[in-house]
């Protein structure tokens, strides 16, 4: 296996605390309360991480005509500014389920829902999936579905949905157990948004028959054959 990516400048592993500690980021200098560095004490806050990361996904997603969100969603995390991990897959997966859900026919204006995905998305913090025992990527594609829905703490039927939506969500991501993966965790959560949106919206997205990762090889903690998208011959 490779060297796995984990800290951006110095590609060594990452620390996760039980408690935060005040962190200067290496990109930006401004000072943040954390529970990640790396082993040399690097840190890099959520708002430098996703920046470049955030632009290659609005700006793949406006130019795309596929209805098939995990092939989107694959062919972003090919681009060097979406990494391993990170909280950029906290827009990442209900960006690819909103222009996935328009060319399938749904009835949104693109840019503006990418738009207010981006918003939503980026107040998820890095680490949120064990921190706060809810995976960003399930809370992501519950996003997804209230953009759609137009749905707010007072709707009815659709608020009720969307928290169905991402609950079924987390339960898959729940069940592969962990450690985290930001690709399994985010495939996880579109493949059950589409199921989800074709029964309760009649809009009919597209699936592979088997959505395979190429990235295993970049994850220090790829669960291999236990991941149901793990395929050793999958090209990088």
């Not at 596929?66 to 997966?93: D, F, K, W």
């Not at 399938?104 to 693109?110: E, F, K, T, V």
């Not at 669960?223 to 990088?236: G, N, T």
Request: aromatic share 6%; glycine share 8%; charged share 20%.
């Amino acid at each position: 296996m490779g060297k796995a990516l984990e800290c951006l400048i110095c590609s060594e592993p990452l620390l996760y605390l039980e408690k935060q500690e005040k962190m200067v980021c290496s990109f930006c200098q401004r000072k943040f309360d954390s529970y990640v560095k790396c082993i040399h004490g690097h840190y890099i806050c959520d708002t430098c991480h996703e920046a470049q990361g955030l632009k290659a996904i609005r700006e793949t997603c406006l130019a795309s005509s596929s209805r098939n969100p995990a092939a989107l969603a694959l062919q972003i995390m090919r681009n060097p500014a979406i990494y391993m991990h990170g909280p950029e897959h906290h827009t990442l997966v209900g960006a690819v389920l909103l222009a996935s859900f328009k060319q399938a026919g749904g009835d949104i204006m693109l840019l503006q829902a990418l738009e207010e995905m981006q918003r939503r998305g980026s107040q998820l913090p890095g680490g949120i999936c064990g921190l706060y025992g809810c995976c960003g990527a399930a809370v992501s594609a519950g996003a997804f579905y209230s953009i759609v829905t137009n749905a707010i703490p007072l709707s009815g039927h659709v608020w009720g949905q969307g928290n169905q939506l991402t609950a079924a969500c987390l339960m898959r991501i729940g069940q592969l157990g962990g450690p985290r993966c930001c690709k399994r965790d985010s495939l996880t959560a579109i493949l059950t948004a589409v199921d989800f949106v074709s029964e309760h919206l009649g809009i009919t997205m597209e699936t592979d028959e088997q959505v395979l990762c190429p990235f295993s090889e970049k994850n220090a903690q790829c669960i291999r054959r236990k991941c149901p998208y793990y395929s050793k011959s999958v090209p990088r």
